[in-house]
């Protein structure tokens, strides 16, 4: 069936968007909303970008000299970001010299729960300063962070992101590589809602695959639909909760080069 699309002019036909092409790939309706403002914001958020750029490059080079790899952890919120961490040291924390760098919008609750976990270190940023609390970590936010970190210390730092299926995924912050938590919990077809997110990732984590059993997630359709937005990105499947899937995770971020991307 076809979706009914606004256009400028106040005219409203009708398109046969399947027919078309892929559903992800087309403009659906009403952007009227944006035409008066457009060119503002674009070059408003240009200006924000080629800043942060910058600042993630000088991150970049920190992490190098150091000879630290840094790895963008980025999911919704609640997908089990912190849970996984928490597997990750449990598993390599002896070996490696971990580092986090835990970005919330308020509260110290994961990184306190890390701390005690056998992190080298962990620096907690919020960002609840923003207006109505940034929704993401951006370049500068991480530099600060940063200062608290025993950089020369680590072998791995991994960066919590804030909850977000949107924003995070359009922030350089001077990562090595970038990955992101899915849960199955939240449904097969987001990498078609959200393709930012699912595009610019290296690895895609699919969590609570424990609980399979008691939904009717389509694992398959999922795998496909994120195929159709990235096929070149690593995918495990994991549980945070009874440990399956955690030392083929642990292998991905050991083979992250702190020379990369
Ligand atoms: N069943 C199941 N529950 C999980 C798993 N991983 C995480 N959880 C649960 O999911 C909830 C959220 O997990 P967190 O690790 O806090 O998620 P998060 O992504 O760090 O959340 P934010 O930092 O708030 O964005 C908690 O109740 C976890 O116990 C899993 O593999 N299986
Ligand atoms: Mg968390």
């Not at 937005?229 to 292998?251: E, F, K, M, Y």
Request: charged share 20%; with cysteine; aromatic share 6%.
């Amino acid at each position: 069936m076809g979706r009914f699309h606004a256009h400028p002019d106040g005219t409203v036909h009708e398109h046969d968007h399947e027919r078309e092409g892929s559903p992800s790939s087309h403009d659906v309706g009403d952007h009227r909303g944006y035409e008066a403002t457009g060119t503002a914001r674009v070059e408003i958020l240009e200006r924000i970008l080629s800043e942060n750029d910058r600042i993630a490059a000088s991150n970049r080079q920190d992490f190098a000299q150091a000879g630290v790899v840094s790895v963008n952890l980025m999911s919704s919120p609640g997908a089990g970001k912190t849970t996984l961490l928490k597997r990750t040291l449990a598993q390599i924390g002896e070996t490696r010299r971990v580092g986090i760098l835990e970005g919330d919008i308020a509260t110290s609750i994961d990184a306190d729960q890390l701390a005690g976990f056998g992190a080298a270190a962990v620096s907690l940023v919020n960002t609840s300063a923003g207006f109505g609390g940034e929704c993401h970590l951006d370049a500068i936010m991480v530099r600060s962070g940063l200062g608290r970190l025993p950089l020369g210390e680590l072998d791995l730092l991994i960066i919590e992101n804030v909850g977000n299926l949107v924003c995070p995924a359009e922030f350089d912050v001077g990562q090595h590589a970038k990955a992101m938590v899915y849960a199955v919990t939240e449904g097969e077809e987001k990498p078609l809602k959200y393709p930012v997110m699912f595009r610019a990732v290296d690895a895609v984590v699919v969590n609570k695959i424990d609980l399979l059993p008691y939904l009717d997630f389509d694992l398959d359709l999922f795998l496909a639909n994120l195929k159709a937005v990235n096929p070149t990105a690593t995918v495990i499947q994991v549980s945070a909760r009874n440990g399956a899937g955690i030392d083929d995770w642990c292998g991905w971020l050991l083979d992250q080069s702190p020379t990369g991307p």
